[in-house]
């Protein structure tokens, strides 16, 4: 088992590399754990794989959770908040979180350490993200992205978008990495990478048109059977 300090600094090694295969002129969007800590401490680990930033400039992820920037994000961050306060916190109904809902968000905070969100692609986007980018990105660094994480070892992969399920499969078969393609009963896909122990799931992203409530209560019903 990875110590907490291999981790981090596997990770920050990683990075480098990372950036050194890029222009020096393009920026580069790093992730990494808000909380070493709390992510050892959590069950399940969940890493939310979103496709990009949309931004044009070098920053830290970590740092956007840690200080509590996304709360002023007023998109995709608040179905987020409640996805994952639903996941750590033994699936509540979805009218259990709306009627707590300001409590939920302030505690997002301190949730949200023990999760790693993380983007496919590295550099930042605009607005609406290109797909065929994203997966373009991915392509060509799937080696670092599976390596990210192996690193992280994740219980589950939340993919947010089926480009970003469709780029960590790819990724994992380019490495030569085996993993077994299912689904729950309710139809939820998800690839099982078996020497990590862990589960790639398809999902939606936060912004896809789908009722908040069906959203959250379906995805709710489905990951509880695959812990």
């Known amino acids: ?15 480098v590399e990372w950036k050194n295969r890029l222009p020096k002129e393009v920026n580069f969007v790093e992730d990494g754990l808000v909380d070493e800590d709390a992510w050892e401490l959590v069950s399940p680990r969940v890493m939310v794989l979103l496709k990009e930033a949309n931004s044009n400039e070098s920053w830290k992820y970590q740092d956007f959770i840690r200080n509590g920037q996304y709360l002023l994000e007023s998109t995709t961050w608040p179905t987020l908040i409640r996805w994952v306060y639903g996941l750590l916190h033994g699936y509540p109904a979805y009218t259990e979180v709306e009627e707590n809902w300001t409590r939920v968000r302030e505690q997002s905070v301190d949730f949200f350490k023990g999760v790693y969100f993380a983007n496919v692609k590295k550099i930042p986007g605009g607005p609406k993200a290109n797909d065929y980018r994203v997966l373009e990105f991915a392509t060509k660094h799937a080696d670092l992205l599976v390596r990210q994480i192996e690193i992280v070892g994740p219980t589950l992969v939340l993919c947010c978008g089926n480009v970003v399920y469709d780029s960590v499969r790819s990724s994992l078969q380019q490495q030569h990495e085996k993993f077994v393609d299912g689904s729950t009963d309710g139809g939820l896909r998800f690839s099982s990478w078996n020497r990590m122990s862990c589960r790639v799931v398809k999902y939606h992203h936060p912004l896809a048109h789908y009722p908040r409530g069906m959203s959250y209560t379906f995805l709710m019903s489905e990951f509880r059977k695959l812990i």
């Not at 088992?1 to 600094?9: A, D, F, G, L």
Request: without cysteine; aromatic residues 6%; charged residues 20%.
């Open 1 to 15: 088992m990875v110590s907490i300090t291999e981790r981090q600094v596997q990770l920050e090694q990683l990075f």
